[in-house]
C-alpha cells in the first residue's frame, strides 16, 4: 500500500530498546548511544514497520474476495466437470466402446489437472516478481486461448496441447495468485474468506455439469468449449482487482542490476523453516491414499450394487458437504491461534483415512451415503485451511512459493494413488484392498503433521530465551560503558 510496509522480523527492534533508553551524560556518550540506535534501524526495521501494517478486514477485500471465489469456481468446475466433456469426445473422435480411444481421451483430463499443480512452483516465482495481479490476468487470457482453441481442433493429437497444456498452465498462473492476494486484505477474518473462496470451486462442481449437459444436447462439443471461454473472459477480468497492498520484494540491487536476484527466484527461506519443511513432506505423504475413492467410488459401487445403483447421489452428497465443511471450517479457523491449526487439517486427515477404509465395509447403500457426507465435510477442512496455514509457516511475504512449492509436490501422489488401486483391483477382482490401503497414508501423514505445532512451540520459547539473554547482555553492557565515563 505504501513504501512503509516492509516485511518480517522484529525480534532485533526489541533487543536493542535498552539501548535508546541509558542517560546520555557526555559527548562520547552520546555518540556511542547515537551509533546504538542507528543499528537496530538498519536491520529491525522491517518487522517494526510490519507491525504497523494493518490489515483493511474488508473494504475493497470484499471484491478481491469475490474474484477468487470465481477464480476457483471457474478453474476447478471446468476441471471436475471434465467427464462430461469425456463423452462427447469419444464420440466426437470415435466410439465410446473403443477402449483404446477412452484410455488415451483419459489422459486429456489427467494431464490438464496435473500440469496445474505440477506448474505451480513456477506460478509463485512469477507472483513473487510480477505481482499477483499481472499473474493472474496473464494466466486467464493464456487459458482461454487454450481452451478457444481446444474448441477449433479436428483429433485428439492437439487436445493434449491446447487443453491439458496450455489451458491447464494458465488455469495455473490464475488459480495460485487468488489464494495470495487474500493475505493483503485480511489476518483475522483469513480462514473464514478462504473458506468462501475454495466454496466456489464446490457450487460450480455441482451445478456446472447440469448445464454443460444442457449445452451439449442443443449446441454440440465445440460450442459448448466456447462458451465455457466466457467463465476465462470474467476471470481475467476478476484479475485486475487483485490490487496488492503488501510491497513487493524490490528486484534492484545496490549494483543497479535489472534482474531479480536469485533469492528472489528461488525463496530458500521457506525451507529454513523446520515446520514447512514437516508440512511440505506429510501432505503429500497423506495425499497417495486420499483421491483414491474420489476416483474409484464410482466402479466400486457399480461391481457392489449393481449398474442401476444412483451413484451419482455420492458425487453431490461429496460436494454439497464439501462445501460446507469450507464454510464452517473457515470459520473455525479465524479462532484457532497459530500453527495449531494445523490440527484441523490432521484431523481431516484421520476422518479421511478412516472412511476409505469404511468404503468396503459399507453393504448397504446407505451406510456409503453417510461415509460420503464426512468424507466430504473433511474434505472442505483439509483444502479451506491450506492458505492459513502457509501464512502461519512462513508469513506473508514468502508465502506465495510456500504455497507454489507444496501444490507442485502435492501433484505427484495425486497422479501415482488411484492408478496403484487401479492396478490392485485388476489384479484381485475387487477394490477391497485398495480402499483399506488408501486410508494408511492420510493417517500416517496427519500424524506427522502433528509434530508441526510442538516443534514450532519449542523454537519460538528458544527465540524468547535467546532475545532476553541479548538485551540483558546488552544492558549490562551500556550499564558498564556508563559507569566506566563517570
Not at 477468487?68 to 469419444?90: D, E, K, P, R, T
Not at 483430463?109 to 516478481?129: E, H, K, R
Not at 451439449?216 to 468449449?225: A, D, H, R
Not at 458437504?321 to 470459520?331: M, Q
Request: charge should be negative.
Amino acid at each position: 500500500m505504501t513504501e512503509d510496509n516492509i516485511p518480517n522480523g522484529d525480534a532485533g527492534s526489541i533487543d536493542e530498546v535498552p539501548a535508546a533508553e541509558v542517560p546520555l551524560e557526555g559527548e562520547d556518550k552520546k555518540e556511542n548511544s547515537d551509533a546504538k540506535v542507528m543499528v537496530p534501524e538498519q536491520t529491525a526495521a522491517p518487522g517494526a514497520e510490519e507491525g504497523e501494517f494493518v490489515h483493511p478486514e474488508g473494504g475493497w477485500g470484499w471484491v478481491v474476495m469475490l474474484a477468487a471465489m470465481w477464480c476457483n469456481g471457474s478453474v476447478f468446475g471446468i476441471q471436475n466437470a471434465f467427464g462430461i466433456l469425456f463423452l462427447s469426445l469419444l464420440k466426437e473422435f470415435g466410439s465410446e466402446d473403443d477402449e483404446d480411444l477412452r484410455f488415451r481421451t483419459a489422459w486429456v483430463g489427467s494431464l490438464s489437472m496435473g500440469m496445474i499443480f505440477l506448474c505451480s512452483p513456477i506460478v509463485s516465482v512469477f507472483t513473487d516478481i510480477l505481482g499477483c495481479r499481472i499473474t493472474a490476468v496473464g494466466g486467464a487470457a493464456v487459458g482461454l486461448v487454450g481452451l478457444l482453441g481446444s474448441s477449433f481442433v479436428t483429433s485428439l493429437g492437439p487436445l493434449y496441447f491446447t487443453y491439458g497444456i496450455v489451458f491447464a498452465c494458465g488455469c495455473s498462473f490464475a488459480y495460485q495468485p487468488s489464494l495470495v492476494i487474500l493475505g493483503h486484505y485480511f489476518k483475522k477474518r483469513l480462514g473464514l474468506v478462504n473458506g468462501i473462496v475454495t466454496a466456489g470451486s464446490s457450487v460450480f462442481t455441482i451445478t456446472l455439469p447440469f448445464v454443460l449437459s444442457g449445452l451439449l444436447e442443443k449446441v454440440g462439443l465445440y460450442n459448448t468449449m466456447r462458451v465455457l471461454c466466457i467463465l476465462m473472459f470474467v476471470l481475467m477480468l476478476a484479475g485486475f482487482t487483485y490490487k496488492p497492498l503488501l510491497p513487493v520484494k524490490s528486484s534492484n540491487t545496490q549494483t543497479g542490476r535489472k534482474c531479480p536476484p536469485m533469492s528472489q527466484i528461488f525463496n530458500v527461506n521457506i525451507w529454513k523453516s523446520m515446520g514447512y519443511r514437516i508440512w511440505a513432506l506429510g501432505v503429500p505423504a497423506a495425499l497417495y491414499g486420499y483421491f483414491v475413492p474420489y476416483v474409484h467410488l464410482m466402479k466400486h459401487v457399480e461391481e457392489r450394487f449393481g449398474s442401476g445403483a444412483n451413484k451419482e447421489v455420492l458425487l453431490m452428497c461429496i460436494g454439497i458437504t464439501s462445501g460446507v465443511g469450507r464454510l464452517i471450517f473457515g470459520r473455525v479457523a479465524d479462532y484457532v491461534q497459530g500453527v495449531n491449526k494445523v490440527y484441523l487439517q490432521v484431523t481431516s486427515f484421520f476422518v479421511i483415512g478412516l472412511m476409505s477404509m469404511m468404503i468396503p465395509l459399507c453393504n448397504i447403500f446407505g451406510g456409503l451415503i453417510a461415509v460420503c457426507l464426512l468424507m466430504g465435510l473433511f474434505d472442505g477442512c483439509f483444502i479451506c485451511i491450506m492458505a492459513p496455514i502457509a501464512f502461519e509457516l512462513v508469513g506473508a511475504q514468502d508465502v506465495s512459493q510456500a504455497i507454489g512449492f507444496l501444490l507442485g509436490l502435492m501433484s505427484v501422489p495425486m497422479t501415482v494413488g488411484p492408478p496403484i488401486a487401479g492396478f490392485l483391483r485388476d489384479r484381485l477382482g475387487n477394490y477391497d484392498l485398495a480402499f483399506y490401503l488408501a486410508g494408511i497414508p492420510p493417517i500416517i501423514g496427519g500424524a506427522v503433521l502433528c509434530l508441526i505445532p510442538w516443534l514450532e512451540a519449542r523454537r519460538k520459547r528458544a527465540e524468547e530465551a535467546l532475545n532476553k539473554e541479548q538485551g540483558l547482555t546488552q544492558k549490562m553492557i551500556e550499564n558498564g560503558k556508563a559507569q566506566s565515563v563517570l
